[in-house]
């Protein structure tokens, strides 16, 4: 005889510890602007492709947050705000960690601006097509469903939709 045990006991969810943001920067074509994270050992997830972005400071409005992010890690100064993409929560209490939140927003970007970038943060900056990131064997994995949920976007938001 099994015993019934409620989600709620059975999942210690703690309340959110770290609030970022993350910026899927894409191209008409379907590629992503990806950081190569510096390989310092202050850095967490040194020497992986991540989306650009961090964290949210106190009292800062995630658009925002975007916003300066973009601005300090490549001088970027966006003309339209970013528009709001999706979310997620991820646990890494398994490595020591705590429990995060990050905030996907979206902003499209012309192939001729990407020359005038100038990174600011990271090792390397370059663009990926879904399958060659997939192909990465050092990409953040909560920034990897990210771009693939984005890049599926269409055909989720089709399965999502019921069929008369």
Do not use: C
């Not at 300090?72 to 209490?93: C, I, T």
């Amino acid at each position: 005889m099994s015993t019934f045990i409620p989600i709620s006991a059975a999942i210690d969810l703690p309340p959110v510890s770290v609030l970022a943001v993350g910026a899927l920067i894409y191209t008409a074509d379907g590629q992503y602007l990806m950081q190569l994270r510096d390989n310092l050992p202050t850095v967490m997830m040194r020497g992986y492709w991540a989306l650009f972005g961090g964290m949210v400071e106190p009292g800062e409005d995630p658009v925002r947050a975007v916003i300066r992010e973009l601005r300090e890690e490549l001088g970027l100064s966006l003309v339209e705000a970013p528009r709001p993409f999706s979310q997620v929560l991820y646990d890494l209490r398994f490595a020591g960690r705590k429990l995060h939140r990050k905030i996907l927003s979206e902003v499209p970007i012309s192939l001729d601006m990407i020359p005038r970038l100038t990174l600011h943060e990271g090792q390397d900056m370059s663009l990926f097509k879904l399958d060659d990131l997939l192909a990465q064997e050092q990409v953040t994995p909560w920034d990897l469903y990210g771009v693939l949920l984005h890049s599926r976007r269409a055909s989720v938001a089709r399965a999502l939709t019921p069929q008369p």
